[in-house]
């Protein structure tokens, strides 16, 4: 089961308002993960803002990311939404999987 985060604004949570982090079960390995849509180097400026769940969780993007095991942070190549979905790794893949199929062409 996943959670997605959205910002927390004076007027509630707008339904326009893109997800900015991604919670879920990663396994036993991974533990609790977050996927962040945004770079790592912007946590600290980001840490104090408040975010709620899709399911009305309220919390802060510096606590979820000191509550959990994994995280992966967006990288400058790879869409949000694909990061959310899949992740960095195989969001990057997936690009790269497209790049070529579309060179074929």
């Known amino acids: 089961m996943s959670t997605s985060f959205k910002v927390k604004t004076h007027s509630g949570v707008m339904d ?3 997800t900015i982090a991604l919670r879920f079960w990663g396994g036993s390995d991974d533990g609790q993960t977050v996927r962040f849509a945004f770079p790592r180097e912007v946590m600290f400026h980001l840490q ?3 975010v709620v769940g899709d399911n009305m969780e309220e919390t802060t993007l510096g606590a979820l990311f000191d509550k959990c095991n994994t ?4 990288a ?3 869409p949000a939404g694909e990061h959310l979905s899949w992740g960095t790794d ?3 893949r997936r690009h790269r999987q497209r790049s070529l199929h579309l060179q074929h062409r």
Do not use: G, K, L, Y
């Open 48 to 50: 104090h803002v408040e």
């Open 90 to 92: 195989e969001a990057r």
């Open 76 to 78: 400058h190549d790879v």
């Open 16 to 18: 326009t308002e893109p």
């Open 71 to 74: 995280c992966d942070f967006i």
